[in-house]
T-cell receptor, first 114, second 114 residues
Framework: VTLLEQNPRWRLVPRGQAVNLRCILK??????MSWYQQDLQKQLQWLFT????????VKSLPGADYLATRVTDTELRLQVANMSQGRTLYCTC???????????FGPGTRLLVL | GDSVTQTEGLVTLTEGLPVMLNCTYQ??????LFWYVQHLNEAPKLLLK?????KRPEHQGFHATLHKSSSSFHLQKSSAQLSDSALYYC????????????FGSGTKVIPCLP
């Protein structure tokens, strides 16, 4: 059963251009939504966890700047800007937000820099 | 801060023989530990996670034992299968930051060619 949809599934991003990603939650029993990045060396790194509509957070990491927004109970967005190296962004969801929670990963969005 | 160390970047498996992947961690608290598996061109998914009551988690023939004295959570399987070839991540969750997993660098498991 698919818990998360992500779009687009991949995107070629011209250097200096921002891109907007969407993640749709298909099961409201897992309302804690997060973003993770996986770099070209396959290292996974947590970016954000946003629980409530209206929550926003920003973060700058080597190779990209991020702005995450919880739009609704079922939609999470991520704007990626100033990306210098390709990466894959995964949306995740979990049930309680607790430290024993399983993170369920979406299919991912692969970003490649032109 | 928290960290997870997976010392082997690459491990070869022989069908029918045991395989073990190492994982050690550093944490201020007493964290929960997880193993995630990522097959080629797929998203990571949970393989197993530690329990609070010292039970040994098992899934698909894999098991791992949390040893707090040595800060380790090694993954083992007594009889490997070719389909176990994948990228394996050890991760921990910090009590202070729900949903924010800290991942190790991953161990790639590939078949040992005769």
């Amino acid at each position: 059963v698919t818990l998360l949809e992500q779009n687009p599934r991949w995107r070629l991003v011209p250097r200096g251009q921002a891109v907007n990603l969407r993640c749709i939650l298909k099961n409201s029993q897992y309302p804690w939504m997060s973003w993770y990045q996986q770099d070209l060396q396959k290292q996974l790194q947590w970016l954000f966890t946003l629980r409530s509509p209206g929550d926003k957070e920003v973060k700058s990491l080597p190779g990209a700047d991020y702005l995450a927004t919880r739009v609704t109970d079922t939609e999470l967005r991520l704007q990626v800007a100033n990306m210098s190296q390709g990466r894959t962004l995964y949306c995740t969801c979990s049930e309680t937000g607790g430290d024993q929670d399983t993170q369920y990963f979406g299919p991912g969005t692969r970003l490649l820099v032109l | 801060g928290d960290s997870v160390t997976q010392t082997e970047g690459l491990v070869t498996l022989t069908e029918g023989l045991p395989v073990m992947l190492n994982c050690t961690y550093q944490s201020t608290y007493s964290p929960f530990l997880f193993w995630y598996v990522q097959h080629l061109n797929e998203a990571p998914k949970l393989l197993l996670k530690s329990f609070t009551d010292n039970k040994r988690p098992e899934h698909q023939g894999f098991h791992a034992t949390l040893h707090k004295s040595s800060s380790s959570f090694h993954l083992q399987k007594s009889s490997a299968q070719l389909s176990d070839s994948a990228l394996y991540y050890c991760a921990l969750s910090d009590r202070g930051f729900a949903s924010a997993l800290t991942f190790g660098s991953g161990t790639k498991v590939i078949p040992c060619l005769p």
